[in-house]
């Protein structure tokens, strides 16, 4: 496989001589000055509701009540009464008007604040409806008619081994897992293994258990043979595992939590989720499930009602996600985290004999964060599609679920087009889904300049054009330029990356002096900006 370099870190690192974590700091600052947004600690964090979501009964089509009433005459959202659904938005188009299960408070409230867009009929072409075929399809980036972007790797191992390929040798994991007890087909990567860390709940001594059968010390006389290739690659896991448990722990324990949480399995998750982000984990990846959604029996608890296993899986994805929100806004993290939902397929449009719903082909998907630009896309799935001549399914798929996260890879995350292609391609289409992006989901979708710019290994500068002295300082530092600039922008930056002063100034005499005595000691950033330079400068105040 030809890997795509991100950033030549390794060059760049041992020029500057930072650590990863003060490298990291150094990148954020470098961005602004090429008029792209700081991209360097952006994350996507996937929500996984596993069981196949019933969509009608999440978003009901109010265009269509009547005819969703028949198709479901006991399991039934009400329209009016105390357990009725909550409309979403008025100003909608009459074929978008949908009500939200009265269950989604929370999401009532991210979508009013302009914090969350809606997909309808999210799927993909010949839809398996399988659990296991089709969350393996949704894993490995793949549709119901071809695995040709693979069978056996899964779309998120095979994009962070391109795009983040000079990250594989960190001492923390590029994506981190929370709520299954192993690790998802989509971590899987064609070349580079151990990309990943399954972890449980809150306790940061007991997210890795130790492969059973290896004991407290890995074996001296590893044999050369099938069974020693396996061995090794045992050890080997369980060795980087531990590796990547300590910057967990260490993530863990430096990290916080600004909001109140539910006590739920999935609001742990994503609240652990923020602590590490806190804590400036560096993890790209996120992903955290909640199981239940195979709702074939008891999706209610009576005929008419609405209360039972389908609106406590649906209350508790929503308190869980509005305070994972929350958190992040209140730590001021929350520009560099999009989130999503996704669930392998939906359910048929008509209830069955037990107050649940068979298998179905397509469901919503929630996007949620500061990043994104609130609203709806697409239109109420026809409910009319559904017949006993179709064994009651609606097939029209809307949005490809690869375009979602084809839009995200590239408009947030700065993948150029061929890391994407590498990623999952359209088969079925014969097409690129950096075609067939969805650009009204992000704020501020970068442009194409930026993530070309990053694709062609733009790094910082090896030959310094500015010297900055005394360092280390105790009150005042000075610029001094080989050349002969008239005017300097600088940005002082502080070690974890946000920015704490900047200017434009003229140069006096060749030099320009800037007073830093208020500053508490430790270790700085500066980024400088002329005409035609850039650079950092590493600073330590005393």
């Not at 999009?338 to 449009?349: C, D, I, Q």
């Amino acid at each position: 496989m030809k890997r795509r370099q991100f950033i030549k870190l390794s060059a760049t690192a041992s020029v500057i001589g930072l650590t990863p974590v003060e490298l990291q700091a150094a990148l954020k600052a470098v961005l602004p000055f090429a008029n792209c947004p700081n991209i360097s600690n952006r994350k996507l964090v996937l929500v996984n509701l596993a069981g196949a979501n019933d969509g009608l009964n999440t978003l009901i089509p109010i265009n269509q009540y009547d005819t969703y009433s028949n198709l479901r005459p006991s399991i039934k959202v009400p329209n009016s009464g105390t357990n009725g659904y909550i409309l979403l938005d008025s100003t909608l188009p009459g074929n978008q008007q949908v009500g939200l299960n009265p269950a989604l408070t929370g999401f009532k409230n991210l979508y009013d604040g302009g914090f969350m867009r809606i997909l309808q009929s999210v799927g993909y072409p010949s839809q398996n409806k399988s659990h296991f075929k089709s969350t393996d399809l949704y894993h490995s980036g793949n549709d119901g008619n071809s695995t040709l972007n693979g069978a056996e790797t899964g779309w998120i191992g095979r994009f962070m081994e391109q795009f983040y390929s000079d990250f594989l040798l960190e001492d923390y994991p590029l994506a981190v897992e929370i709520g299954s007890n192993k690790t998802s087909l989509g971590f899987h990567g064609e070349e580079a293994h151990g990309m990943s860390i399954n972890i449980t709940g809150q306790d940061p001594a007991g997210f890795y258990n130790v492969l059973s059968g290896l004991g407290g010390e890995s074996p001296t006389n590893i044999p050369d043979s099938d069974f020693g290739d396996q061995l090794r690659y045992i050890t080997d896991t369980d060795a980087l595992s531990n590796t990547y448990a300590q910057a967990i722990s260490t993530a863990f324990d430096a990290g916080s939590n600004n909001a109140n949480y539910p006590d739920t399995d999935l609001a742990n998750q994503l609240k652990t989720v923020a602590k590490l982000i806190s804590g400036d984990l560096q993890s790209k990846v996120y992903m955290v499930r909640i199981s239940g959604f195979d709702t074939h029996n008891a999706q209610i608890q009576s005929s008419g009602g609405v209360i039972g296993k389908h609106y406590e899986l649906l209350d508790e994805l929503s308190g869980a996600v509005k305070a994972f929100v929350d958190d992040l806004q209140a730590q001021n993290l929350d520009e560099d985290v999009v989130g999503l939902t996704f669930s392998e397929f939906g359910r048929k449009a008509a209830e069955n004999g037990n107050l649940g719903t068979d298998h179905g082909e397509i469901a919503p998907m929630f996007v949620f964060g500061s990043p994104v630009a609130g609203g709806m896309s697409g239109t109420n799935p026809n409910l009319l599609e559904a017949t006993s001549a179709n064994n009651w399914q609606i097939q029209t798929v809307q949005y490809d679920y690869r375009q979602t996260f084809a839009t995200l890879l590239q408009d947030f995350l700065g993948a150029e087009s061929a890391i994407i292609d590498n990623t999952f391609f359209n088969h079925t289409l014969n097409d690129s889904f950096t075609n067939l992006k969805l650009p009204e989901i992000l704020k501020n979708p970068l442009s194409s300049a930026c993530y070309q710019a990053l694709s062609t290994g733009e790094q910082l500068k090896t030959e310094r054009e500015w010297l900055i002295y005394p360092n280390p300082f105790k009150d005042t530092i000075h610029f001094a330029s080989v050349n002969s600039n008239t005017k300097v922008s600088y940005k002082i930056f502080n070690a974890a990356g946000r920015e704490i002063l900047g200017s434009t100034e003229n140069i006096i005499n060749g030099e320009l002096s800037l007073n830093l005595m208020h500053l508490n000691s430790g270790i700085y950033f500066c980024a400088i900006k002329t005409e035609d330079s850039q650079e950092i400068h590493k600073l330590i105040k005393l």
